[in-house]
C-alpha cells in the first residue's frame, strides 16, 4: 500500500447566514465526513462561521479566465442527465472565490458556459463548478456545536493581552 | 443549596475536574507529532478543549470552597501531591499508539457525555450552566471520535488489530469512571446528583452497541477494581512531577 | 501567437498594477520555482516550530499558560497547512514537500534549529520569533500571488497573540523573582542572535531579492526587515531592565536607528547548512511522527476506499 497524505477538499466558510460562502483553503482528508470536521478544526479556530462545505478537489472543474477562453477540456467530462453546480466566482482582482449560485447542466463544461453566461457582461478572473451533490455541507442543527466553541477563546484574541499598558507603566516607574 | 452538600459536592467536581486536566496533559503530548497535520490540529483542539473544561470545574470547586476562583485552580493543580488527585487511573495512562489514544477518548467522551446530559438538568444553575456549554463541545468530540474508531476499526488488518488490543487494556479501566464519585453518596441521598452506576449502565450499553458494530469485541467481564480514585498507578507521579516541575520553582510566584 | 517575452511583460505589468496572480494564470518557471521554494520553506517552518514549543506545554507553569501555549502551538500546526495548500497550487503535492523535508533536502528557518531549555524561552521566543516573523508576514501579506497572500492575511491576524502571549510571560517573569528575573535574561541572551540570523543572509550575500522585490514577492530587503525589528525590541529591552548580548548596540541620532554589531556568519551557515544544536533532532521527531503514523494514513485510505 502507498503512503499519501490523502486527497485535497476544497473548503467553503460562511461567516454569517446573510453572506455567501466563501473558499477559505484546503485541507486533506480520506473522505467528506472528515474532510469537514478537519476544515472546521482548520478554519474556525476563531469566530465567526455559521456554515461549512467541503467538496473533493478533484470534482472541482475551472480556472482563470484566461484557461477558460483557451477552451480547455475538462478531463473525464461525460454528457449525462442534468444536475444541479454549484459556482463559485472570482469577480474582484483583489478578492477571493465567492459561491454566485446553481447552474443546471449535463456536463462540466455547458456547467461553465451556464455560468459565464449567468454572469452577464463581467467575465469573472476565476470561476469554479462543482457538482452539488459531492459538496458535503455542515448541518444546521449542529452548528452549535461545530462553530460556537471558537466564540468562548477570549486568549485566542490578541486584544485580551495589555501588553502596551503594562510597558507604558513599567516605563514611568521606572522613570522615563 | 444545602450548607451540608457544598463540601461533598466541590469534591465530586474536584474528581470530574482531575480527569479532564490529566487526560488534557496526556492529549497535549501529542502536540507535533499526530500521523498527519490536521490531526495535530484536531487533537491540540480536543486537549484545548479538555483543559478548557479542567479550568471550569476547578472554579466552581473554587466558588463552592469561597476561594479565590483566580489562584484556587492553580494551587489545585501545581501544588497538590499525587495522593491528592482524584482522577481515574485510565486517564494516567502514558499515550500509547494513535489506536490507544483514540479509543481512550473515545471511552472518556462517551462518558462524560451521559453524564453532562444529566448534570445539565441540575437545580443548581452554575452547575447545569457548565454541564450545558461543555456538553456542546462534547458533542463535536464524539462526532470526531466516533468517525476515528469507525474507520480505525475497519480500515485495515493492523489498525484493527490495534484498535482491539486499545480495548482490550483500556475497558478494564474504563468501569472506574462510573464507580461512586468522592462526595457522591450524600449527594444523591439528598437528590442533588445522578447516581453513577446508574449512568454507568447507559453508557456501557451504547459503547458496547457502537464499538461491536464497528466490528471489535468487548473484553469478558473480569472482577473490577474497585480501588477508589485516591488509589493511582505508577504513572502519575512522574506525570505530575513534570506538569508541576516549573510551578514549584517558585510556589509563590506568578507566572 | 503570444511570445514568452510579451507573456513576461504583460505578466510584470499586472504586478505592477497590483493585481494577484492566481493558479493558473500564465506565470515564468521562475517565479513559480523561487514561490514554492519560499512557501514550502515557510510551510515546514511552522511544523518544526511546533516542536520547540509543544515540548513545554506539559510543564506550563499555570492553567492559562497551559492554554494559551497550546492554542500558540494549535495555530503553527495551522499556520503550516494554509501554507502548504499555498504550496499545492503551484502544483507542488504535500507528499513531494513532505519528503523533501524528511530527507534534509528542504530548508526550514534555522531559528527553530535553537533548543528551548527553559520556560522563559516560552516567553522569549514568543517576543523575539514571532515578532520578526510578523514583520516578514506583514510585508508578505502584500505579496503579488493571491493564495500565499491570502494565507499570510489568516496568519497575521493570529501571529499578533502568540507575539502578545510571549511577551505577557516575558513581563510576568522580569518583574518576578530573581531567580525567575535570571532566567528569563539568559533566554534573552541565548536568543537574541539567532533571531537576528532570521532575517538572512546581508542584502549584498542575497542573491534571490532583487528578482523577488520585481515580481512583487518580496518589497522589503533582509538588511531593512532586520534594522526595523532591533529598533522596535531595544526600547522594549530597555523598559524591562533586560541586557541584549551585543556591546556595540548603541543609538545613532543621525540615522534614527540602533545600530548592532555584526552577526557571526559562520554560526548562521553552519546552521543552515544542518549542523545546529537541534538540527538532528528536529528532523528525527518529524520523522518518527511520520513513519508511526503511517498505519493510520493507510487505515483511512483504505476504509475510504470500501466505501
Redesign the interface.
Known sequence: ?S????P?YEVFQQETPDRPHRHA???????A??AL??G???FV??PECSSLWVAPASAIFG??A??LAAGAPPTGDVSGETVEFLVFA?VD??G?LTHVGQVQAASKRRAVEEAVHACGPQTP??LWVVPAALVTRSEPG?A???F??AL??P????A??H?QT??RR??QE?GG | MKPGLRSPLAEALLALADDELILAHRDSEWTGHAPILEEDIAFANIALDELGHAALWYRLVADLREEDAERYPDRLVFHRPAGAFRNVRLVEHPKGDWAFTIVRQFLFDSAEQVRLKALAAHPQASLAQTAAKILTEERYHLRHLSAWVTRLAQGTPESKHRMQAALDHLWPLAGQLFQTLPGEAILVDAGAWPASPMLGIEWQAQVTDFLTGCGLTIPARTSPDESGRQIHSAHLEPLLAEMQSVARLEPQGEW | MTSDAERLAAFEARIAAGEKIEPGDWMPDEYRRQLIRMISQHAHSEVVGMLPEGGWITMAPSLRRKLVLLAKVQDEAGHGQYLYHAAETLGVSREEMLAALLAGKAKYSSIFNYPATSWADMGVIGWFVDGAAILNQTMLARCSYGPYARAMIRICAEESFHYKQGMEIVLTLCQGTPAQRTMVQDAVRRWWWPTLMMFGPHDAESPNTPTLVRWGIKTRTNDELRQEFVNQVVPDARTMGLSLPDPELRFDEVEGNWRFGEIDWDEFWRVVHGDGPCNRERLGARRAAHDDGLWVRQALEAYAARA
Open positions: 500500500m503512503d499519501t497524505q490523502w485535497r483553503g484546503s485541507v486533506h482528508a480520506p473522505d465526513e472528515i470536521l478537519n472546521r478544526d482548520v479556530r476563531r480556472g482563470t484566461e484557461e472570482k482582482p483583489r477571493t478572473f476565476v449542529e452549535a456545536p461545530l460556537s466553541p468562548d477563546r486568549y485566542r484574541d490578541q485580551f493581552y501588553i503594562a510597558l513599567l516605563r521606572s
